[in-house]
């Protein structure tokens, strides 16, 4: 039988399992990523592990995400994770450089590598041919001491993308498609792989912008082959000799195959609060709007603003509209400045922003009381752009820049006229002077690790108790996204090394109390509905709420990177096994799992009394065997290194 694109690189680097669906496998990883909000807490793990010189063939240390220094927290973590990316084997991409995923792209990325990085957007690499994924901070550590990744054997999804696509429609309209079509859980368990006739027709990085939100289907990865395109881009950046094809079987088996014609999509807006609300800009209507946003590692790509920049050539942005740009990267900046776009920019009326996340991941740029504002990004969740009642619409660069100029939502196929060609460059602009080279093994024992006050240990974590008693501490509902169960933004974010502080935080879009209750009762369960924990891999989700008191979570349904967070910091994930004792369970009943430790220790069947109801229902632990033993053992770090003392 035949196999697919992804399904060669896991053959490729399979250490452990089978690879038959739903199967743990480990895999080895060749690559690592890490940016600063969740690489200070990966790189403390990773010093825990004892382990002097990563054994990757990569590892790249990225400082993106909190580059706004309003006190000395953010600088004094950049300077931690510069020490320590020099001492242990690790490049480092200074403040400036630009945004993870972009940079990873443009510089390391190599065509069937596996890649796994500590945000979840790393499935970015699936443009250039990848087997990339999002993991906990915790995953990459072990990662980068050598030790295998594990993930459940995905199911295998055909997307065929045929045809070309309209003009001003682009690459973000094609994955706003898929997950008007799929929706937030639809990937689950899956990794998607592109192909069909159209891909001829998009370049490495309109293709990253589709697998880099892939990520919003909920899927382990998503990956386009490696092909002529993915050569010519490896060229322009200057790194021919890192191209292999990848091409999948002609006989290669998929369990869903989905079809869609490029040339039937329009221009589409993912409305508030959840990626996969699509509509299409005409649907929505004209309505007016107060600030848009581009950049992100979705779509901050040369391509996508030079295309910004000819749409704002010679205009001005709406006087009742704010419109902020921040370029993907140092490469795009420079290039945008050395070819006249920036001066484009800037003459319509543009707020450059520096070259990272920014108001992505609410580092400024709060929209005004109830603004709407549309963003070329890939989260829209509640409160994420740092007010509460922002509605945030997902759209494309082209329907961004030409809402910008109108001041109302507007379809860019209607208003634009004709669209100029706009290719990438023979070559690349290439200065590597942003990135750091680790220090060679022989100084590597002399050099000193910068830790500024703001670093506090992260919570440990005892063996699995015999039974648990605990209060279900809060009840939520389906799709808790991990900015929900702790949220980032500017005011939050510096202490991203500091779990004691962020704790205040936890929960505090559902319900501010939550915290205090916790520390009250000592210990707790929280009840979730399908798809807990979506979105980032903030391995904090986890970490916090451990640090909380938190034993365990039964929900209906996890999303996967969470989920392996929970079992890593030692909090058991149980699913119901008849979903509709979720409705029987009240906010502050006490439950009870007896034999808790046994029963996972001898995959006995999990009971949970209700004992304030006086009721019993039957929950499932979402573990792996590997997971069983790491939960008993207290989490992934204490397994690690129980299994080092044997
Ligand atoms: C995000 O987009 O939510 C983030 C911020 O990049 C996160 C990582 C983090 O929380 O630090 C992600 O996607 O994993
Ligand atoms: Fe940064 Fe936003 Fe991409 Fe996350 S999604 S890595 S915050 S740009």
Redesign the pocket.
């Known amino acids: 039988m035949g196999l697919t694109c992804a399904q060669k690189i896991i053959k490729a680097h399979l250490l452990s399992g089978e690879m038959t669906v739903g199967s743990d496998i480990g895999l080895k990883i060749d690559q690592t990523l890490t ?1 600063d909000a969740t690489g200070t807490m990966a790189y403390l793990e990773f010093e825990a592990m004892n382990v002097p010189r990563v054994k990757t063939e990569r590892s790249v240390a990225y400082i ?2 909190n580059t706004l220094q309003s006190g000395f927290e953010n600088a004094d973590d950049h300077r931690f994770i510069q020490s320590i990316a020099k001492k242990h084997g690790i490049y480092f991409s200074r403040p400036g450089n630009g ?3 972009q940079v990873h792209l443009e510089r390391f990325g190599i065509p069937g590598k596996t890649l796994i990085g500590s ?3 790393t499935p970015s690499g699936g443009g250039i041919g990848m087997l990339a994924m999002g993991a906990g901070g915790l995953d990459v550590a072990v990662a980068m001491g050598g030790g295998p990744y594990y993930i459940t054997m995905p199911k295998m999804v055909r997307i065929n993308l045929n045809g070309r696509l309209p003009a001003w429609v682009s690459a973000k309209d094609v994955i706003l498609e898929v997950l008007r079509r799929l929706s937030v859980k639809g990937g689950v368990g899956k990794i998607i792989e592109y192909g069909g006739d159209g891909l001829p027709f998009l370049t490495v990085p309109e293709r990253a912008t589709i697998t880099n939100m892939g990520t919003e289907l909920g899927a382990t990865t998503s990956i386009f082959p490696s092909d002529d395109v993915t050569r010519s881009f490896l060229r322009a950046q200057g790194r021919e000799q890192d191209w292999v094809e990848l091409l999948p079987d002609a006989d290669a088996v998929y369990d869903e195959v989905i079809d869609i014609d490029l040339s039937k999509l329009t221009s589409l807006a993912a409305c508030p609060h959840s990626p996969d609300a699509v509509k299409s800009v005409d649907e929505i209507g004209e309505i007016k709007i107060n600030q848009v946003c581009i ?4 779509n901050s790509s040369y391509l996508d603003l030079m295309r910004v920049a000819s749409i704002l050539k010679g205009k001005t942005v709406h006087p009742d509209v704010s419109l902020a740009i921040a370029p993907g990267s140092k490469q795009v900046y420079n290039m945008l400045a050395q070819n006249g776009a920036l001066a484009d920019l800037i003459a319509a009326g543009a707020r450059i922003l520096e070259c990272a ?1 920014g108001p ?2 609410g580092m400024g740029q709060s929209p005004n009381s109830g603004g709407i504002s549309l963003r070329t ?3 829209n969740f509640e409160g994420r752009s740092g007010t509460a009642d922002a509605q945030v619409y997902l759209v494309s660069p082209e329907t961004a820049a030409a809402s910008a100029i109108t001041g109302v939502f507007t379809n860019p196929q209607k208003v634009l006229g004709e669209m100029p060609e706009i290719r990438l460059p023979d070559s690349f602009l290439i200065n590597f002077n942003m990135v750091i080279p680790p220090a060679p093994d022989s100084e590597a024992a002399s050099i000193e690790i910068l830790r500024g006050p703001n670093i506090k240990p992260f919570p440990t974590t005892e063996p699995l108790e015999a039974e648990i008693t605990a209060k279900a501490l809060l009840k939520v509902g389906d799709n808790i996204t991990t900015d929900h169960i702790m949220p980032a933004g500017s005011k939050i974010l510096p202490y991203r090394s500091n779990i004691p502080y962020l704790s205040n935080f936890c929960f505090a879009v559902c319900d501010k109390e939550f915290p205090e209750r916790c520390r009250k009762e000592g210990k707790g369960i929280v009840i979730g509905g399908q798809n807990y924990g979506q979105g ?1 891999s903030r391995e904090h989700a986890a970490l916090v709420p451990l640090y909380l008191g938190v034993k365990a979570v039964i929900a209906k349904s996890f999303a996967r990177i969470h989920c392996a967070n929970l079992a890593n910091a030692g909090i058991l994930p149980f699913v119901f096994k008849n979903e509709a004792d979720y409705d029987a369970i009240d906010q502050m009943d006490e439950l009870q799992l007896p034999d808790i430790r046994d029963a996972i220790a001898n995959h006995g069947k999990v009971l949970v009394k209700n004992l304030t109801k006086g009721t019993e229902f039957e929950v499932e632990p979402v573990l792996t065997d590997r997971q069983r033993a790491m939960v008993l053992a207290g989490g992934l770090l204490n397994y690690t290194r129980e299994q080092s003392q044997q």
């Open positions: 940016q993106d995400h945004i993870c995923h945000d979840s957007h950049g992100s590692c979705t996340c992505c991941i990004f890939n989260r980032s």
